[in-house]
C-alpha cells in the first residue's frame, strides 16, 4: 500500500495489506489503467484539494505584516490590523499604530470594549503609557470591572499612572473582593499612586492578605500620614513576611531587625 502525508493527514492507496483490491470508485468500476491514485473512490488529487491550507500561518503573516507596517512606517498596513478577524493581529495593530504615534484615544477605548481579551489587555497597557484624557480615563474605570483577570490588572496599572482618582472607588472595591490575587494586588499599587485618602482603608485591610498583596500594601502607606498609619505599620514589623516587615522598617526608619 502506497502512502503520502499531506499536513496532518496521511492518505493511502492501493491494494490492503492482505492483499485485497484497492477501493474503486461509487459506482463500482475499475480504476485500472486509469492513472489516479484513487482514495476510498476519489482521486488523491481531488482529496488533496479538499484539505485546507494550515489557517495556524495565516494569522502569524498578517501580524508580521502589521509588525513590520509599524517598524516601516506603513500607517495603511498598520490600520488595517484593527479590523483583521484575528485578535492576536488586532493587538498588533494597536502596537503598530502606537510606534507610529498614530493611536488614537477613541481606538483605544474601543479597543478596551473588543471581544479578545488579550485585545481589551493590550489596549489598556497601552492606555496606561500616554497621558490621561477623559476617554481614556472612562475606559480604564470600564475595564476595571471586565471579566478577565489579566485585562483587570493591566486597567489598575493604567489608572494607577494615570493618578485617576476617580477610580479610587472601584478599586478599592477591587482590593477588599476581587478573587484572583494578582488584581487586587494591582488595585492596592494603583490606590497608593493615586493616594487619595479614600482608598486607605481598603489598603490597611489588605495587609491582612496574602504576602505580595501585604507587600504591595505597605509600600502603597508611604502616600499617607497619620496615626491610623503609623500604628498599621508598628503591625507590620512583626509580619511573617520579611518583605512587609522591611518595608515597615524603611518608612518608619527603624534599624533592621
Known amino acids: 500500500m502506497a502512502t503520502t502525508t499531506v499536513g496532518h493527514?496521511?492518505?493511502?492507496?492501493g491494494p490492503d495489506p492482505g492483499g485485497g483490491p484497492s477501493a474503486g470508485p461509487e459506482d463500482g468500476t475499475s480504476d485500472a489503467g486509469s492513472g489516479s491514485e484513487k482514495v476510498g473512490g476519489r482521486s488523491a488529487s481531488v482529496i488533496l484539494g479538499m484539505v485546507p491550507d494550515d489557517p495556524a500561518t495565516e494569522p502569524a503573516a498578517r501580524r508580521r505584516r502589521v509588525i513590520e507596517a509599524g517598524h516601516s512606517g506603513d500607517l495603511v498596513g498598520a490600520r488595517e490590523g484593527l479590523a483583521d478577524p484575528d485578535p492576536v493581529v488586532r493587538a498588533a495593530a494597536l502596537g503598530a499604530l502606537a510606534r507610529l504615534d498614530a493611536l488614537g484615544d477613541p481606538e483605544l477605548s474601543d479597543a478596551v470594549r473588543d471581544e479578545s481579551a488579550p485585545v481589551r489587555?493590550?489596549?489598556?497597557?497601552?492606555?496606561?503609557?500616554?497621558?490621561q484624557s477623559s476617554v481614556l480615563a472612562e475606559a480604564m474605570r470600564d475595564a476595571l470591572g471586565d471579566p478577565d483577570p489579566m485585562v483587570v490588572e493591566a486597567a489598575c496599572w493604567a489608572a494607577g499612572e494615570h493618578e485617576d482618582a476617580n477610580a479610587t472607588a472601584a478599586l478599592a472595591a477591587l482590593t477588599a473582593a476581587h478573587p484572583d490575587t494578582r488584581c487586587r494586588e494591582a488595585a492596592v499599587a494603583a490606590l497608593g499612586a493615586i493616594g487619595d485618602v479614600r482608598g486607605l482603608a481598603a489598603l490597611l485591610g489588605a495587609l491582612s492578605d496574602k504576602p505580595t498583596v501585604r507587600r504591595r500594601s505597605a509600600v502603597a502607606l508611604a502616600a499617607f500620614d497619620g496615626p491610623e498609619v503609623e500604628a498599621a505599620l508598628e503591625r507590620c514589623l512583626v509580619d511573617r513576611d520579611w518583605q512587609v516587615r522591611q518595608v515597615a522598617e524603611i518608612l518608619l526608619e527603624r534599624p533592621p531587625t
Not at 9 to 13: D, E, N
Not at 121 to 131: I, Y
Request: proline residues 6%; glycine residues 6%.
Open 121 to 131: 489587555r493590550r489596549a489598556c497597557e497601552l492606555a496606561g503609557a500616554r497621558p
Open 9 to 13: 493527514f496521511r492518505l493511502a492507496w
